[in-house]
């Protein structure tokens, strides 16, 4: 992720299994299930579970976007 006029953006493609779900594994050992609630990041999961190499990011930078504002949270990144 990275901090952008919007909040933040999400710059690298995060694994996506089935159902809109990916895993964090953190260095303590803990894991996390993460299942996508917003719409927008459900089409861009489901372009990548289906093998498209150029998903639509179309609304992933949305600071309305409770995935974002999740990862925003969640997801390591230089502070």
Same mark, same amino acid.
């Given at each position: 992720?990275? *901090?952008?006029?919007? $909040? /933040?953006?999400? #710059?690298?493609?995060?694994?996506? /299994?089935?159902?809109?779900?990916?895993? /964090? $594994?953190?260095?303590?050992?803990?894991?996390?299930?993460?299942?996508?609630?917003?719409?927008?990041?459900?089409?861009?999961?489901?372009? #990548? *579970?289906? $093998?498209?190499?150029?998903?639509?990011?179309?609304?992933?930078?949305?600071?309305?976007?409770?995935? #974002? *504002?999740?990862?925003?949270?969640?997801?390591? *990144?230089?502070?």
């Amino acid at each position: 992720m990275m *901090r952008s006029r919007s $909040g /933040f953006t999400l #710059i690298e493609l995060l694994a996506v /299994f089935h159902n809109n779900v990916t895993m /964090f $594994g953190y260095a303590d050992g803990h894991s996390v299930k993460k299942t996508w609630d917003d719409p927008r990041t459900q089409r861009w999961s489901n372009e #990548i *579970r289906d $093998g498209s190499r150029y998903p639509d990011m179309t609304g992933l930078s949305d600071p309305d976007n409770v995935d #974002i *504002r999740w990862l925003a949270t969640h997801y390591p *990144r230089k502070r």
